[in-house]
């Protein structure tokens, strides 16, 4: 591998100053989550860096109880057979153009900031390297732990529920179910399983909500400070090869809506734009209290020629004495770089992903321990050093 000198990092500059400016409540959709926004787009701006938003829309959990219980009433209208109860209620709200579209609970708005750099050699089909940070916070009334023993939980049962409730519920309503079924009383087990089934998810969403706990520190005011000193960084003196595409993502705590989205709104203009089989993402989610890297065998989902980015960033690492704390999972934990991952998979290429998230500092998220004094500077400062560092390598090494 070619060698290059490592570029110093401005150690006077403190990343923590955007930590203690980030927090506050940032939940989905909120006024907390717009100033967020609104402070990062003031940060890149202020070194000249242009941003855009790209907005989109998802359900929210509210939103989520409400089709439940519509698909209860319509289960039990199906039961009794008043099928003229439905036939009306569909007749009444398709037949005027006001009730069409009208929803008791409406669609949440998030958006994604992004900004582009381009390389100094403006070639055609260069590679690009996309850093992703998430923005918004979450906060709750039980540790994370448990919260992911609940989400699970509910995954496992709710899909199940649906399905095999609406089969026995056809299959009673055309009386085709086999004798057997019918000595089960099969309208009282869905009546009474349909009400089970929406307390249980009411509860679980009761629990888990709250918008006043947590500062979002940790997760991910760090990653977001770790972002924006890079961009700074980049901005002063541009890649020669690469373009870099910096994405604060919106809503990555409600199933990772913004990296979804972004990858699924620009994966023809990126495939068709630039070389990924010589690019990748560096999602950081979470640097407290050390710098921490998820590191999977999977990452490598192709041959490759080149050197991985991950070996890159090692070896940066070692020639700045700086300690990485790998982790290798078995399930790792649901962060934007997953979005990034199927996006390689979908774009059939040799796109590279890499996550750095401090996984033991889990214990604080989501709660209101997760505040400025969890982080650590020197952590944080290393963070950008090998991050950025290697990045200017990758981009020295281009042939």
Not at 6 to 22: A, C, N, Q, T
Not at 378 to 384: D, F, V
Request: charged content about 20%; overall charge positive.
């Amino acid at each position: 591998m070619t060698q290059t000198s490592i570029l110093d990092v401005d150690s006077s500059k403190d990343p923590m100053k955007h930590i203690y400016s980030l927090a506050f409540n940032r939940s989905t959709s909120s006024t907390g989550d717009t100033e967020g926004c609104y402070y990062i787009q003031k940060q890149l701006e202020s070194v000249g860096i242009e941003t855009q938003y790209q907005y989109f829309s998802f359900d929210t959990p509210y939103r989520i109880l409400i089709r439940i219980a519509y698909v209860i009433m319509l289960i039990y209208l199906i039961l009794y057979r008043l099928l003229l109860v439905v036939a009306f209620y569909f007749g009444i709200k398709y037949l005027f153009a006001t009730t069409r579209n009208y929803s008791l609970v409406r669609q949440e708005d998030s958006k994604n900031l992004l900004a582009t750099i381009p390389a100094q050699n403006d070639t055609i089909k260069r590679p690009v390297i996309i850093l992703t940070a998430h923005y918004d916070s979450f906060s709750a009334n039980i540790p994370y732990r448990l919260q992911n023993v609940l989400f699970f939980i509910f995954r496992i049962i709710i899909i199940p529920y649906f399905a095999l409730t609406l089969t026995f519920s056809l299959m009673l309503l055309t009386r085709s179910a086999i004798p057997i079924i019918n000595m089960l009383n099969l309208e009282q087990v869905i009546l009474i399983s349909s009400i089970f089934e929406f307390v249980f998810v009411s509860i679980i969403f009761l629990l888990i909500y709250d918008t006043k706990k947590s500062k979002g520190a940790i997760d991910n005011a760090s990653g977001v400070s770790v972002l924006i000193e890079i961009s700074k960084y980049i901005a002063e003196k541009p890649l020669e090869n690469y373009d870099v595409i910096v994405l604060f993502t919106g809503a990555e705590e409600w199933g990772l809506l913004g990296s979804k989205r972004y990858c699924k709104r620009n994966r023809k203009y990126l495939r068709e734009t630039y070389d990924l089989d010589r690019s990748f993402n560096i999602n950081v989610d979470m640097v407290g209290s050390y710098v921490g890297m998820i590191k999977k065998k999977a990452y490598y989902h192709k041959i490759r020629k080149d050197v991985p980015i991950n070996e890159i960033i090692d070896e940066i690492a070692r020639d700045s004495n700086i300690s990485i704390t790998k982790h290798h999972k078995i399930i790792s934990p649901k962060t934007d770089h997953k979005s990034f991952k199927k996006f390689a998979r979908k774009t059939r290429s040799k796109f590279q992903v890499v996550c750095f998230h401090s996984v033991n500092d889990s214990k604080y998220i989501h709660s209101r321990h997760d505040t400025p004094d969890k982080c650590n500077p020197e952590a944080l400062k290393n963070a950008i050093s090998v991050i950025y560092n290697s990045i200017k390598r990758v981009d020295s090494q281009i042939v």
